[in-house]
């Protein structure tokens, strides 16, 4: 059975394949095409020039956004409650997310790591976040 998400995600550099409606990149850099091996080929790719135009989008949509991010106050996403609704927000690797994204979104939540790396790949982080959103979501 396949399952349409009502979920966009957002990150600058992200290779999204099947569960989402849309990538959206947020910000001046651009879609990296090489790195996201023609993702926009088969997947909606949607470029929001700041933080406000996304959110007045997601606004639009009635989306929540929720941030994907081990910053400090995050929860841990196996624990929380996502919301049908959402639009899932990634930043770029290393950085992550902006003060600005963090600050609009109404929640952040972090994907629980052990060891010393602070960091996972978007493409990984993606895949866990969208699992645990459809874990909450969609009927066995």
């Not at 009502?6 to 849309?22: N, P, T, W």
């Not at 081990?70 to 841990?76: L, M």
Request: glycine share 8%; aromatic share 6%; hydrophobic share 40%.
């Amino acid at each position: 059975t396949a399952y349409e998400i009502r979920l966009s995600l957002v990150g600058s550099e992200m290779c999204i394949r099947d569960s989402a409606k849309a990538v959206h990149i947020v910000g001046k850099r651009k879609w990296n095409r090489r790195g996201a091996m023609v993702t926009d080929r088969y997947q909606h790719v949607r470029h929001h020039p700041t933080v406000d135009d996304f959110i007045q989008w997601a606004g639009n949509e009635a989306l929540s956004v929720i941030g994907i991010d081990n910053v400090p106050g995050s929860e841990q996403i196996e624990k929380a409650e996502i919301p049908k609704n959402c639009v899932l927000v990634f930043g770029q690797e290393g950085p992550g997310l902006s003060e600005e994204m963090i600050d609009a979104s109404l929640k952040v939540l972090a994907i629980t790591q052990y060891g010393s790396t602070r960091s996972i790949n978007a493409g990984v982080a993606s895949g866990i976040a969208m699992y645990e959103w459809l874990s909450q979501h969609v009927d066995r």
